[in-house]
């Protein structure tokens, strides 16, 4: 049973247009809620986190939204660029807890 | 700082036979822990570790043991290898999972290893 699932699973964004990835979960006791970028051929990273005391946060052209009523949260990268093509997850974790669960990851391709 | 550490990167193994994979981390993390990758399905916790002989099964330890004698290591052993744990396998570190703060809870993987087996 997966707690944390992910749409859409692959996406193909044009230079410059807005990617949007969009994560929902089942657990009221999660409350982190990190991005993860993986590039070929690597481990993940971290990209972005929020907790649920916000709506948004906001890095540079990625910003996390998140829906605490709706138990969801999404990914939103502006100005989209080649080099953000990588394989995206997200996650979530009980701060009482140690085990972070992923979703499912959707690869991003941004066409030049 | 080398960060964490996988090896060997690729690994082609016989139905039945066992292995270890290997990992390693420089930066004193309290918590380590081995994710496996399959298209699809994401990275999904096979085992953790929250500190020197204390470990603890993920979402699917089946087939799989792993130990923790130091802080440093945490190596996954396959006891008889099946098609089926065909994978690329991520060791990953955190220095403090239940602390609060980017900087404690965020998790730095290695670089992978690529698991066939037939």
């Known amino acids: 049973q997966q707690q944390v699932k992910q749409s859409p699973q692959s996406l193909i964004v044009q230079k410059g247009g807005i990617s949007i990835i969009n994560c929902a979960y089942e657990?009221?006791?999660?409350?982190?809620f990190p991005w993860y970028q993986q590039f070929p051929g690597k481990g993940p990273a971290l990209l972005i986190a929020i907790r649920p005391d916000v709506s948004e946060k906001k890095e540079g052209r990625f910003t996390i939204s998140f829906n605490k009523s709706a138990k969801q949260f999404s990914l939103h990268i502006m100005d989209s660029q080649p080099g953000d093509s990588a394989t995206y997850f997200c996650a979530a974790k009980e701060t009482s807890g140690s085990r972070l669960t992923f979703g499912e990851g959707t690869q991003l391709t941004v066409n030049p | 700082n080398a960060g964490v550490t996988q090896t060997p990167k690729f690994q082609v193994l016989k139905t039945g036979q066992s292995m270890t994979l290997q990992c390693a981390q420089d930066m004193n993390h309290e918590y380590m822990s081995w994710y496996r990758q399959d298209p699809g399905m994401g990275l999904r916790l096979i085992h953790y570790?929250?500190?020197?002989?204390?470990?603890d099964q993920g979402e699917v330890p089946n087939g799989y043991n792993v130990s923790r004698s130091t802080t440093e290591d945490f190596p996954l052993r396959l006891l008889s290898a099946a098609p089926s744990q065909t994978s690329v396998y991520f060791c990953?570190?955190?220095?403090?999972?239940?602390?609060?703060?980017?900087?404690?809870?965020?998790?730095?993987f290695g670089s992978g290893t690529q698991l066939s087996v037939l």
């Open positions: 570790s929250v500190g020197a002989g204390i470990t």
């Open positions: 657990n009221t006791a999660f409350d982190y």
């Open positions: 990953a570190s955190s220095y403090s999972p239940w602390t609060v703060g980017a900087t404690n809870e965020k998790l730095f």
